[in-house]
């Protein structure tokens, strides 16, 4: 965390997504187009994180099974989750429920991409693809929130918060239990179990788990709201 690869990474990533902002604004990009990118970008993702972790695709180990992902790498992060409802989005015709969606995304795209980018649990070996794909991945959903942001496709006001914090606190006590259930295989998803990396400031085990996962509540909230909070203060004026 914060090596000179790290720093590399993250030079690379914000040329990444200036490229793709400057490109989708320049060109215009309807939403169906935008969204086939993003969709593009989430398969790219997935096929180099099953073939970099799955158990002896080539059948180089007699004694191996073979064909078989490991349970931490099942998609079940907060930002693995989204490559479903970048499918939805392109493939939906509901639209109502679409507009929903794109405001719950929306946040999420920006907090967890970002915080990903700087605390980078796949590591920031060059020689090893799983980082090219956790970067690249990251790099991608920051875009697409600023896309729609951007082209203002999105309506984060108070109403919109309260029910975004509602969907993350039901994400995250539904990860409570499929981390219990998937145990044996130590999984960590939303990260509700320990923390991402060890020595974090805020994000540790200093005073015990439930410390740390109200923390972990708390900080998702407090991120939502300053995504939210341009448009809350915008309505508040309006308002008046």
Not at 78 to 104: A, G, M, P
Not at 197 to 216: R, S, V
Request: glycine share 6%; proline share 4%; aromatic share 16%.
């Amino acid at each position: 965390m914060f090596t000179l690869n790290h720093f590399i990474w993250l030079g690379i990533c914000v040329v990444f997504i200036v490229t793709l902002t400057i490109i989708s604004i320049k060109f215009k990009f309807s939403f169906k187009t935008a969204t086939l990118v993003i969709c593009l970008i989430s398969i790219a993702s997935e096929v180099c994180k099953i073939f970099t972790h799955i158990d002896d695709p080539f059948g180089v180990y007699s004694d191996s099974h073979g064909g078989v992902l490991g349970a931490g790498f099942l998609p079940f992060h907060l930002c693995s989750i989204l490559i479903f409802t970048f499918f939805y989005l392109y493939l939906s015709k509901n639209e109502e429920r679409k507009e929903k969606l794109k405001t719950f995304i929306v946040p999420v795209c920006y907090i967890g991409g970002i915080l990903a980018l700087f605390i980078p649990t796949s590591g920031v070996n060059f020689l090893a693809p799983y980082a090219y794909q956790c970067f690249i991945y990251h790099s991608g959903i920051v875009w697409y929130a600023i896309y729609l942001s951007v082209t203002k496709q999105v309506k984060l006001g108070l109403k919109e918060y309260l029910i975004d914090g509602a969907y993350l606190l039901g994400l995250v006590f539904a990860m409570l239990w499929v981390n219990s259930i998937l145990q044996v295989y130590d999984t960590n998803f939303f990260y509700v179990v320990r923390p991402p990396m060890d020595n974090l400031p805020i994000l540790n085990l200093n005073h015990g788990w439930l410390a740390y996962f109200l923390t972990l509540i708390g900080a998702g909230l407090i991120l939502t709201l300053f995504v939210h909070l341009p448009s809350i203060i915008k309505d508040i004026k309006n308002k008046k």
